[in-house]
């Protein structure tokens, strides 16, 4: 990064403030293309002459460690002949959580070689007047950001037009912030501002009732005498803990605004997520309608599927619904209470992704692969990177690169040997973290939690054995893909020391198990990573159908192990079983949990719509070799339609059941 360009701030630097930069300049020609390279910390919004260029701009750190991201915007379009402003907001977090890191100071680089804008070079900033940190309730620890207050009282240049209270700039040493890495993802998606029809009033609360749930940014008009307090927050604002944490209550964002004499609009400049918006204020405010803007990760949701059975339908849709509200900067557990990505999650979310989304949202599974390898600890995988609060969750670490995991399911429906050539030495490193005992399976690592799924008997060791076997064969598979043979040897030793140990060890003569309970989980990993023999499915079947131990995350995993055996149809036996109240229930996404523990949106409850695409209908994408197959399993419903994308463009695929018949158009 050159002098010119530098990192630059106020004169001091403090939590949850939002400083202006503001820079006039002269165009003497309006450009074909002026590419501004824009690294913030933590997030920005710019506009040049008075139009809305990038609204929320910026990445959670970090890119790799120590470093963050850095955007791309052409502002080509915005440029005029002669006289130009460009204002910029940030936004300095402070503080760090699940997914971003913490730095000592804010911080903004702009650099815009066409139009000769740096910002080492003339930029003047102050300190945005109208914006406070609300007292408590506070956010929870888990992610980044605090309330956000604005004073409408405060703001009498909304626009910044004049120069009146700015000073220059003062460079930062760059040292803090790291050479910042290009932006892999497109920038966030806003959209415009739509009122909400019907509002309900009671015991002092405004209740907006959004079409679905959604991160939005509330707008709010509102009539008022002058310094009256609004309250703004969503019906996900206060959300439990998963199960075995229900006693705890974790806060998400609000919002307060101190309005001004007479008509005032207020739109949060934070994003908050629900599927209500809950406005609190006094008598004198009169409140004219509540309205939103939807923002998000930057896809649409092109995939579809539909049935002759309506709580499959309702499934689907819902899973679409709640993987697409559990993206952003990374792939999330749940927007409302943590925004952490967990790689156990992004395992389960990846093959949903390439199903339900358009390819943009295949870069974020690719960034969710770079994450995880380039952030971890030493030769640890690690989750919930980028963040401070990163743990190794051994299972989940294995899962990711597993057979079944973030890796294979991205390389399987992109063909991208990048991403598998940047995971697959760190993925053979940690896999020689684990030591084999003297059974020959790989001895117990508890990492920083020895996490297999919630509730009950769960069979860690069957579990841990099956995920480490999986991992060995899919990092085999990827030599080959790869021309890497110097492992080879590892890896087959392994294979098979832990092949011949699971065999010995767990296998009593009708099912899988390390003592003297049936778990669910375990027998559907002995399948899928190989270690069960064909003969023994209509023993396992059995288990599958009687043995309900799983959550929702790991029942992704056992309805594939009934449909890689072949009994599909049992797969959509238990599946409405199960999901039912997921179904159901009121909500527009899918819960953490079959029975409402947790949030009611979680990004691992999604393996109806997997299951749905890929058994039900029969969809085989190979897209290394190129190939696409449908061959959809008969007798399940009347009729089935799909709709997903392949090699850019929409395939169609309807089955009917009466005929026999399957028609693909595209």
């Known amino acids: 990064m050159s002098e010119k360009t530098g990192y630059i701030w106020g004169r001091e630097s403090r939590p949850n403030e939002i400083l202006v930069f503001r820079r006039e300049f002269e165009a003497d020609r309006v450009p074909d293309r002026a590419e501004a390279v824009i690294a913030a910390e933590t997030r920005y919004s710019l506009w040049l002459n008075g139009r809305e260029v990038v609204l929320d701009g910026g990445l959670f750190r970090e890119s790799a460690p120590g470093r963050g991201w850095a955007d791309c915007v052409d502002l080509a379009p915005y440029v005029k002949q002669g006289k130009n402003l460009l204002v910029i907001w940030v936004h300095y ?26 910002s080492g070079e003339g930029f003047l900033c102050r300190r945005h007047p109208a914006f406070y940190t609300p007292g408590e309730p506070r956010p929870s620890y888990l992610y980044g950001g605090d309330n956000l207050g604005y ?17 220059p700039a003062v460079p930062v040493d760059a040292a803090i912030f790291g050479e910042p890495l290009r932006r892999p993802i497109p920038l966030f998606r806003t959209g415009p501002e739509r009122e909400i029809p019907q509002i309900q009033y009671e015991n002092g609360e405004y209740r907006a009732v959004l079409p679905y749930a959604m991160n939005l940014r509330p707008v709010i008009w509102v009539n008022a005498k002058g310094g009256e307090k609004l309250d703004v927050r969503t019906d ?5 803990g998963g199960p075995g944490d ?15 004499p007479g008509l005032n609009r207020l739109e949060g400049c934070i994003r908050l997520y629900g ?15 509540i309205g939103y803007r939807e923002t998000g990760y930057d896809t649409d949701i092109t995939g579809s599927f539909q049935c002759s059975d309506p709580i499959v339908n309702r499934l689907v849709e819902k899973a679409a619904r709640t993987l697409s509200v559990c993206m952003r900067d990374n792939f999330m557990d749940c927007p409302d209470r943590e925004r952490g990505q967990w790689i156990g999650d992004v395992s389960v979310q990846a093959p949903q992704t390439a199903f339900l989304l358009d390819e943009r949202a295949m870069l974020l599974v690719k960034k969710a692969i770079r994450d995880f390898i380039t952030l971890r600890k030493g030769d640890v995988l690690v989750g919930n990177v980028p963040g401070e609060n990163f743990s190794e969750l051994p299972a989940q670490s294995l899962a990711a690169v597993s057979q079944w995991g973030l890796i ?3 390389y399987r ?3 991208d040997r990048d991403a598998l050539r940047l995971a697959f030495e760190p993925a053979v490193r940690y896999l020689k973290l684990w030591e084999l005992e003297e059974r020959g399976l790989a001895a117990h690592r508890d990492g920083s939690w020895p996490w297999y799924d919630h509730l009950y008997n769960c069979d860690g060791p069957v579990i841990e054995n099956a995920w480490y076997l999986s991992a060995l064969k899919f990092l085999r598979e990827a030599a080959d893909i790869l021309n890497e043979h110097g492992e080879d040897a590892f890896l087959e030793e392994r294979i098979s020391s832990v092949s011949q140990g699971f065999e010995r060890c ?8 390390s003592g003297d309970f049936v778990d669910d989980r375990a027998n559907a990993l002995a399948v899928l990573a190989g270690a069960c023999p064909k003969e023994r499915y209509p023993q396992i079947r059995k288990v599958l159908l009687g043995v309900f131990n799983s959550t929702v995350y790991m029942e992704n995993f056992v309805l594939t192990a009934l449909c890689e055996m072949g009994y599909i149809k049992e797969a959509r036996d238990r599946m409405l079983s199960r999901y039912y109240n997921l179904a159901v229930n009121e909500n527009s996404t899918l819960w953490e949990d079959f029975y409402i523990l947790g949030t009611k949106n979680h990004a691992w409850s999604g393996a109806p719509a997997f299951i749905a695409f890929r058994y039900f209908m029969g969809v085989d994408i190979d897209a290394a070799r190129g190939t696409m197959e449908i061959r959809p399993c008969w007798d399940l419903f009347r009729k089935m339609e799909c709709r997903f994308r392949y090699q850019g463009r929409l395939v169609t695929a309807i089955a009917d059941n009466d005929t026999k018949t399957c028609t693909i158009l595209s």
């Open 93 to 118: 977090y402070g503080n760090g959580g699940r997914n971003n890191t913490r730095l000592p100071s804010g911080g903004l680089s702009f650099s815009c070689p066409v139009l000769g804008l740096f």
């Open 151 to 167: 004073d409408a009282r405060l703001d009498p240049d909304p626009g910044f037009l004049s120069a009146e209270g700015f000073e």
């Open 236 to 240: 996900r604002w206060a959300v439990p």
């Open 246 to 260: 229900e006693e705890h209550c974790y806060y998400g964002h609000r919002l307060e605004f101190i309005c001004k």
């Open 275 to 289: 599927e209500k918006i809950l406005v609190r204020c006094g008598p004198s405010a009169q409140i004219e309608k």
């Open 408 to 410: 294979a399911q991205y």
């Open 413 to 415: 429906y992109t063909g």
């Open 506 to 513: 767990f296998w009593k003569g009708r099912y899988y198990a």
